[in-house]
């Protein structure tokens, strides 16, 4: 893919259903007693792996005109599954589904593509141990593929040492089938989007700052999920506004629960100005509009709590950072490295490449913006939000960037190439 310079960004667009919300409408639908419609799901590569998985385990999921529909079968209703499940790309997909299967009174086996069994599990295989689950790593690399032998039980008080909403939901998600309580205590707060939607289908979830505590279930019952836009996506048509002189953009029904919007807040602090506006909530989880014109950027420090609100959107705000003046500065997010791709050594080695002052360290990069970044040939790694981030990052270099394996997109935005062409005059 060759993308050329442009002068701004203008017009309006909705971005695609959040991830995140679109696992777990599937996954809770799936166990839930009935029907549960998904206004909004997000049809990308790594939503899909997860129906895919579901649809293995003999839950009938059907794409109508507007929503999709997961015809639940109950806490007890998952089959046993015919072959090994593919997760393909999705982080999301392994760990929920093993905190699901993990008491399941069958054996699966997950697995996925060459990113997925390098990533950690020995998080999500520890507290599942914990709690009695028998998860073995199949290669004894602490990676999938996962050989889950399906059984009772009990439940914990997990205090994790990671702030992840994918250990916190795998935990949680076990402890719907468990003997007890079981609670998950994390150093921040990650997305709470499982617990949201736990209380939607019935379940019993209460939150106490750092802590949210699910108690064993009897029923889940299907529910209508009207899934706002993502702000991970948001995010790059946010950025493209705020580093393109003139630009003016709006981005209607966009997720903007406050564990996951740290990017406004940075976008904030770096000097811009974002209106929100028709904001509502649907179950708990809020969504508005949001008004972005350029502004002129100022390089900030980003740590501490605010990280996990952000997590994905760390790449785009490095690339920002460039393009702002003075310096900034990322630390606390380690997670970065053990993600798609190693995000901080790739964005400090893509952004160097433009030309970018910018320094890799332990937790994260320091970078002193205002050199100006020129288009060269750049690796995304197939990691969907590297290609994205370079993708925007191009639009305000000079020169042609080339992006190889541009088309990773497919995992969380298959429409972005076409939506960014649209609004860039
Ligand atoms: C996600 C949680 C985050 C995020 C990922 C989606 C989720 O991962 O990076 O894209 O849906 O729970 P961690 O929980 O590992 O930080």
Redesign the pocket.
């Known amino acids: 893919m060759k993308i050329a310079p442009v002068k701004k960004i203008s017009g309006e667009l909705t971005v695609p259903g959040d991830?995140?919300i679109s696992?777990r409408a599937i996954m809770l639908g799936s166990i839930a007693k009935g029907d549960t419609e998904i206004d909004g799901f997000l049809e990308s590569a790594d939503c899909l792996s997860t129906a895919a998985c579901f649809a293995r385990m003999g839950i009938k999921i059907e794409k109508g005109d507007k929503a999709v529909t997961v015809r639940g079968r109950g806490l007890h209703g998952l089959k046993a599954p015919d072959t090994i499940l593919d997760c393909g790309n999705s982080?999301?997909t392994v760990r929920l589904l093993s905190g699901l299967l993990a008491p399941q009174n069958f054996d699966t086996t997950l697995t996925g593509d060459a990113s997925i069994q390098k990533r950690p599990m020995k998080r999500i295989m520890d507290p599942l141990a914990e709690m009695g689950a028998k998860i073995q790593s199949i290669n004894e690399n602490g990676c999938a593929p996962l050989k889950i032998c399906g059984g009772p039980l009990t439940g914990i008080r997990y205090v994790s040492p990671v702030a992840?909403?994918?250990?916190k939901?795998a935990v949680l998600l076990a402890g719907l089938y468990a003997d007890g309580a079981t609670s998950v205590t994390e150093p921040s707060l990650?997305?709470n989007?499982t617990e949201l939607m736990l209380s939607q289908f019935g379940g019993s979830v209460t939150s106490d700052g750092l802590t949210a505590k699910v108690l064993p279930a009897n029923e889940l019952y299907g529910q209508h999920i009207c899934v706002p836009g993502d702000i991970s996506s948001a995010a790059y048509f946010i950025a493209a506004a705020l580093l393109l002189p003139h630009s003016e953009v709006l981005i209607q029904n966009v997720g903007v629960n406050k564990t996951r919007a740290g990017i406004l807040e940075v976008c904030r602090q770096m000097g811009a100005v974002i209106e929100v506006s028709n904001a509502s909530k649907e179950a708990g989880d809020p969504r508005a509009d949001l008004f972005i014109r350029s502004a002129s950027l100022k390089g900030i420090t980003v740590g501490g709590p605010i990280i996990?609100t952000l997590?994905?959107e760390l790449p785009m705000i490095a690339a920002m950072a460039c393009f702002a003046e003075g310096t900034t500065v990322i630390r606390d997010a380690a997670?970065l490295r053990v993600?798609e791709s190693n995000r901080i050594a790739v964005m400090v080695n893509s952004l160097r490449a433009m030309g970018a002052d910018i320094e890799e360290t332990e937790d994260g990069m320091r970078i002193c913006g205002g050199r100006p970044l020129h288009g060269v040939c750049l690796d995304t790694h197939k990691d969907h939000r590297i290609a994205m981030t370079l993708a925007v990052t191009a639009l305000a270099a000079e020169g042609e960037t080339e992006l190889l394996d541009a088309d990773c997109v497919r995992i969380s935005y298959p429409g972005f190439y076409e939506d960014l062409a649209r609004l860039t005059v």
């Open positions: 991830k995140s696992h982080g999301t992840s909403a994918q250990v939901s990650s997305r989007h996990p997590i994905d997670e993600k």
